[in-house]
């Protein structure tokens, strides 16, 4: 007979989802605010440390960490949060910088993985943080 095992204690799956927002900024002085530790703590995070591939982030007190995995100049960068590697998770976050073909608009993309039930919430968290972005840029 099988066990019952109570929705609670199951590892939700996380999902991936997107958010983009249209800023006017050029690639390079976006590029270099989501590589840099100086870009990075004006508008993602409190303070910002890099030491080799890994940037730890610091927000009121509390840090965590990610790792670089891999970036295009003015294109885009990606990073793995280390507690996610540690778990074997296949999950990370990329901002990706694109130019609308028809607009010319310059748009920043975030691809990002939640648990399915903290989707929305944090598509709001990167809407949030990406208007900074755009508040740091006069954009």
């Avoid at 800023?23 to 303070?47: C, H, M, Q, V």
């Avoid at 073909?101 to 929305?120: H, M, N």
Wanted: aromatic share 12%; glycine share 6%; proline share 3%.
């Amino acid at each position: 007979m099988p066990c019952y095992i109570p929705p609670d204690s199951f590892e939700m799956e996380k999902v991936e989802f997107q958010v983009d927002v249209m800023i006017n900024a050029s690639k390079g002085s976006l590029f270099s605010r989501l590589t840099t530790p100086s870009g990075l703590s004006e508008w993602f995070a409190d303070d910002v440390n890099i030491k080799k591939d890994v940037f730890t982030f610091f927000w009121e007190g509390a840090d965590e960490k990610a790792r670089l995995l891999t970036q295009k100049r003015d294109e885009f960068v990606k990073f793995r949060w280390i507690e996610h590697e540690e778990e074997d998770l296949k999950t990370y976050f990329e901002i990706r910088i694109k130019i609308d073909a028809l607009t010319g608009d310059t748009v920043v993309s975030v691809i990002d993985f939640a648990d399915e039930d903290e989707v929305e919430e944090a598509k709001l968290l990167w809407e949030k943080q990406l208007g900074d972005l755009k508040r740091v840029l006069g954009g």
